[in-house]
């Protein structure tokens, strides 16, 4: 099939950073990159394995000041296969003359390959084939195989299988200088002749983490070869040497299969037993691989997005679908896991869970809903905590933290290395309470999506009220402007922390924030309408929710102050509006890349806070996340005005206002424009698309992928081109295809049924899957609701605007 492959040609070594971090391979438990087994950390390489939940905290000593930092952990390096030829040093890619070099992530298996060709000093042409999986069926295993073939000679060859506990985190380069170690060792053990295995503990943490591989060898004809077997250990390092006899033009097979086990995992007593017994019982590469490509197989019959029009676009949604898959599976589903922003392919933000996951979700909902429920359960675990930190700060409720780890615990860093000026700076965007709105927004989408009535009563509810009541807590009310406010906050736009020349950071009545305080403080009202009445008198009891409080949120979603200037442009904070105006063209034929204009100007000694200049969408995310008539809505019941041309009008006064710092901007963005100006929608839709894979940030992918851009777009596909939207129990579709999307299919699922959804030839046409637990469903077409019973399939034509106009 086309759009499953990414291929480099040729070894590149600035570039192999961002290369191992593309072609990462994992299953929703965990995640490595896709460096070569024979390389070690180095300044081109960095191998590297973690998994959710597998965080530590270390303290550095800077300037004598201890700073703390809780890091998503560097796991043992589990890929280490070494050859050596004749007794000669290990071969490295460095040391030899490469003839040929392919390294590919077929993505369609979720699997790397590398294919090499190369000379020796001594003039030996050896072929080998690496072919790697970290498996979507059995999801403690992993499996390499080599294939190796003397091209121009016979002899003596070695291979060091290993298991390395000795890696630190040090994958980014502006972390350098705090503590990178995090693991323990606890000891090393074999399990019979085959069979190596390592445990290691994380320092502060307590967690347990073993790992066991069992290495064989195989002739042409798959027949085992009995090698020569050597162990060497040390209580953080343990190696098995197989020597053996090769022949010229005789492909020899060998393959390590690896376990993983950590002392979170379910039915596991001892971690390293597990693992050790664990991989002498496991299959062989080829069952194993049957398996594992069984697996994925099954997730892209549920997740695919078709797009026969566009093999770019095809390869790179893939591409996006295929990495969604390797830090959020149903092996995800079993896990206390949130959703790092940097995925589990790099240690870039330490591997913490922001807002992204706003982004991230409404792919899920459609397809892997009980992942989604999962991953707000993450939120609710740690619901005791984001109540603790809400009455630390003299507030009542739940305020999550705009960086979160382990526990819960804000993990914001205070200061943050600018690496354009090498300066240490303060780092506020803690402040950015709307990452409590986003998690309120993100349990109401998943129950729209799913209808799940339990998850609401026993966990949605009450995270919801518990969110609400911050914000209430936090709102002030102006007697003379007879409206709410919140102040001290930041807004998504991370170059405003502060007022120009203020000592203490925060704004005041950040638009996008005071206005999704407004909805969700209505919303949370209607949540408890939902609920059986005996649900709701226990959560008002546990929570001490009394009617007064009640109406002091009807009050507020009907008085919340929105500021305003210019004739109807929404003002992003109150007093924006006396910020000066940032000289873009002088800055642009200046540097390359102004996307950090925060850093560009902080190094020439001036201040972001003083222009109108935003890193990415702010004001504008409210257009993305509401539909115009819920906005409308919103803003007649604040008594706001809120006329057709408001939402066009902002987005392009903010646009030209945008650096597009971040890569989920050019999300947003692509998704409001679709309405209003498809051909700019398509060029920011694509540039979002190519974020990633072409590093447009420079550098910044290697640390990791961005989960919430490679999400975002598979959304804007659904959300903002497909137009799906979900309104009183109703799945919506208003497209807004671009001419690129022409002929478009996905599969989606709403409330438990399954539905096939197609655009082609000016039709759209949708296919209920009529087996298994399908139900009726009613989807809403132009302005008519349909109801489709399992096994109906409907057609409408389209007008040429896209417009659903009739049944056909």
Known sequence: MKGFSLTYDGFDPPGEGLREALTSTGNGYLCTRGAAEWEDADGVHYPATYAHGGYNRETTIMGGLPVLNEDLVNLPNWLVLKLRIEGGDAIRLADVELINYRHELDIRHTMVIRELRFRDHDGRVTSLRSRRFVSMADVHHAGIEWTLTPENWSGRVEVVSALDGRVTNHGVARYQQLEGRHLDPVSPRTFGPEVIALKVQTRQSNLYVSE????????????PISVERSLYQMEDYIQQVLGFDVQQGSPTRLEKMVTFFNSRDPATSDTLERAGTSARRYKDFGEALERHTSAVTELWCACDLDVPGDDRVQFLLRLHIGHVFQVCSHHTADLDAGVPARGLNGEAYRGHVFWDELYVYPFLNYRMPEVTRSLLMYRYRRLGEAQAAARESGLRGAMYPW????????????????????????DLSHNQRHVNAAIFYNVWHYFLATGDRAFLGDYGAEMMLEIARFWASMAQFNPERGRYEIHGVMGPDEFHEKYPGAHEGGLRNNAYTNVMVAWLCRLAQEVLSLLPASRVDALRGRLGIRDEELSRWEDMSRRMFVPFHDDGIISQFEGYEHLEELDWDAYRAKYTNIQRMDRILRAEGDDPNRYKVAKQADTVMLFFLFSAEELKAIFDRLGYPYAEETAHRNIVYYDQRTSHGSTLSYVTHAGVLAEYDPVSSWERFRVALESDVCDVQGGTTQEGIHMGVMSGTLDLVQRGYAGTQIRNGVLYFAPRLPRQLERLRF????????????????????????EGVSRPIRVGVGDVIHELCPGDQRTFALSTDNDLVHDV
């Not at 960086?403 to 303060?426: A, F, V």
């Open 747 to 770: 599969s989606m699922q709403f409330r438990g049924t399954p539905l096939r959804v197609e655009f082609a030839e000016g039709h759209l046409t949708l296919s209920v899957h009529s």
């Open 212 to 223: 066991g591989a069992r290495t064989r060898v195989f002739d042409d004809s798959g027949e």
């Open 403 to 426: 960086q979160s780890g382990s526990d819960g615990k804000e993990e914001t860093q205070r200061i943050h290395l600018n690496p354009l000026s090498g300066r240490w700076e303060p």
